[in-house]
């Protein structure tokens, strides 16, 4: 009876999570209220909130699920027996992806997650967005010491560091990208793919220990 309980309820929250996803993407997510997304799956405001506790829960269970598909994405990129700038440039390409896929939430994964993730009252999502969130960094943490390994890399180059580096640069230069695709076009005559892999380029060869025509 406990697990016909469970997979009722985990029916019941992945129904409002695929009505709140359209809203967002529709309206926008602070244009979308608790009372829209309950019109829309036909449940009271009452039973909403038996499944989740406000929207910010709404909107990282979202995020929590676009994340695992990230997951997914860049641990098969990192495989240790693909070509190393291969594994690279996957990464890139699938950061690109996940952007164009889910520009709603591209911008809030970055974000700093300002609750107590060892608080037993914090929801579930957000333990579970900062532990992936990890997993991934662990991923690129060991394509960056297989490169060292491989003696293409840099020996000085710090991981945690690093990691966190190229987080930021890579995901600022994507979104950039995306959002000024008409001036990189106009003002730079060039295209939104070119210039992400010239930034690419460049900035992997900031850890290169020699600098090559990648």
């Not at 409002?16 to 019109?39: C, H, Q, S």
């Not at 406000?54 to 495989?79: G, H, P, W």
Request: glycine share 4%; aromatic share 14%.
């Amino acid at each position: 009876m406990g697990r016909r309980k469970k997979e009722l309820a985990d029916f019941h929250r992945d129904s409002i999570i695929t009505i709140a996803e359209t809203l967002f993407k529709k309206n926008g997510v602070d244009n979308t209220t608790m009372n829209d997304i309950a019109r829309e799956a036909e449940y009271s405001k009452a039973t909403l909130y038996v499944y989740f506790k406000n929207k910010e829960e709404i909107v990282n269970c979202i995020i929590f699920k676009s994340m695992k598909m990230l997951y997914d994405r860049i641990q098969t990129a990192t495989q240790p027996g693909n070509d190393l700038f291969a594994r690279y440039y996957v990464i890139c390409n699938e950061l690109t992806a996940y952007c164009d896929d889910y520009p709603l939430y591209f911008q809030t994964v970055l974000q700093e997650i300002n609750v107590d993730v060892n608080n037993e009252d914090t929801p579930m999502v957000f333990r579970e967005i900062f532990e992936l969130g990890e997993q991934i960094n662990e991923l690129i943490g060991t394509f960056f010491v297989d490169g060292i390994k491989q003696g293409v890399f840099r020996s000085d180059i710090k991981i945690p560091e690093t990691v966190f580096m190229f987080w930021a640069s890579l995901s600022g230069i994507i979104l950039m990208a995306w959002k000024k695709q008409q001036y990189i076009e106009q003002a730079m005559n060039t295209t939104k793919k070119d210039f992400l892999k010239y930034s690419f380029d460049t900035l992997l060869n900031s850890i290169l220990k020699e600098k090559q025509n990648v």
